[in-house]
């Protein structure tokens, strides 16, 4: 039966030592891991701090004594990359109630954390309304006031690090329907962002595309997700992973999609 919603019960754990053959650890995460948490598994972002791997993910809230419900973001903390995870707060860190500038019930989605130089860490996060927050350093409490920015083109999935001198904040973007990914570089971890431009075209099969970017064993990988496998859509998506290369100036060269899919669903 073809899905006409996204369904994602749970988060799952792969790792790679050759970016080609990928270790299947299966569902080490699930909504069900945060008492006061309900429905799907959205976004997520692991980040290792002293010892320990926090896993930001956005879900939703059940209709309780903290919120009325909606979108939010909880911590799941572990001392290996791999769990158990248990959930570090035992309530939600963002709930749809701290943000009010968007009226859908489903705008505090898509948490990227980054660790700046000097241990301060922020939170990033958001669907049609890019915000950020410190966090304090035991990563499970907001160390300050939610900043709401004005981002060019944006809609959702930040992913929020730091090359050399410059920060980057990559994002899907409205820049044409479908979702494409466009950036901005800023002098510091709050900005002020100066829009760079579009990285990443329209994906096949997929109204949506986000982006998550590593660098490993000297080369910077793009991540981002298409609909092109032989049952793939909309709300049957797939992970992928294109190189990424950067200009002498610190701009980002445009990703050469390589999955291209086999067989598009029809
Ligand atoms: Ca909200």
Same mark, same amino acid.
């Given at each position: 039966?073809?899905?006409?919603?996204?369904?994602? /019960?749970?988060?799952?754990?792969? *790792?790679?030592?050759?970016?080609?053959?990928?270790?299947? %650890?299966?569902?080490?995460?699930?909504?069900?891991?945060?008492?006061?948490?309900?429905?799907?598994?959205?976004?997520?972002? #692991? @980040?290792?701090?002293?010892?320990?791997?926090?896993?930001? @993910?956005?879900?939703?809230?059940?209709?309780?004594?903290?919120?009325?419900?909606? $979108?939010? !973001?909880?911590?799941?903390? *572990?001392?290996? /990359?791999?769990?158990?995870?248990?959930?570090?707060?035992?309530?939600?860190?963002?709930?749809?109630?701290?943000?009010?500038?968007?009226?859908?019930? =489903?705008?505090? !989605?898509?948490?990227?954390?980054?660790?700046?130089?000097?241990?301060?860490?922020?939170?990033?996060?958001?669907?049609?309304?890019?915000?950020?927050?410190?966090?304090?350093?035991?990563?499970?409490?907001?160390?300050?006031?939610?900043? @709401?920015?004005?981002?060019?083109?944006?809609?959702?999935?930040?992913?929020?690090?730091?090359?050399?001198?410059?920060?980057?904040?990559?994002?899907?973007?409205?820049?044409?329907?479908?979702?494409?990914?466009?950036? #901005?570089?800023? /002098?510091?971890?709050?900005?002020? =962002?100066?829009?760079?431009?579009? !990285?990443?075209?329209?994906?096949?099969?997929?109204?949506?595309?986000?982006?998550?970017?590593?660098?490993?064993?000297?080369?910077?990988?793009?991540? %981002?997700?298409?609909?092109?496998? /032989?049952?793939?859509?909309?709300?049957?998506?797939?992970?992928? @992973?294109?190189?990424?290369?950067?200009?002498?100036?610190?701009? !980002?060269?445009?990703?050469?999609?390589?999955?291209?899919?086999?067989?598009? $669903?029809?």
């Amino acid at each position: 039966m073809k899905e006409t919603n996204y369904k994602m /019960p749970d988060w799952r754990i792969y *790792s790679i030592t050759d970016m080609v053959h990928w270790k299947d %650890y299966g569902t080490r995460l699930s909504p069900r891991t945060f008492a006061w948490a309900t429905g799907d598994a959205y976004a997520a972002q #692991c @980040v290792y701090r002293n010892g320990k791997f926090y896993w930001f @993910v956005s879900t939703f809230h059940k209709k309780d004594d903290n919120s009325q419900g909606g $979108a939010a !973001i909880g911590v799941a903390v *572990s001392d290996r /990359p791999t769990g158990p995870f248990k959930d570090a707060i035992g309530k939600a860190l963002i709930i749809n109630e701290m943000t009010k500038d968007k009226p859908h019930a =489903w705008d505090d !989605i898509d948490p990227t954390v980054f660790i700046d130089d000097d241990k301060q860490a922020y939170l990033y996060w958001g669907n049609l309304s890019c915000r950020w927050v410190k966090l304090k350093d035991n990563m499970t409490e907001l160390a300050g006031p939610i900043t @709401v920015l004005n981002i060019k083109n944006y809609i959702e999935g930040p992913w929020l690090y730091k090359r050399k001198k410059l920060y980057y904040l990559v994002y899907a973007s409205a820049g044409t329907k479908p979702e494409m990914i466009e950036y #901005c570089t800023a /002098p510091s971890a709050t900005g002020p =962002w100066t829009y760079q431009g579009i !990285i990443q075209g329209n994906v096949p099969n997929s109204g949506t595309t986000h982006p998550g970017i590593a660098d490993y064993k000297g080369k910077s990988y793009f991540f %981002y997700h298409n609909g092109s496998l /032989p049952d793939g859509g909309n709300f049957r998506r797939s992970i992928c @992973v294109d190189e990424m290369h950067y200009n002498r100036d610190g701009t !980002i060269q445009p990703i050469v999609q390589t999955t291209k899919g086999v067989a598009p $669903a029809k």
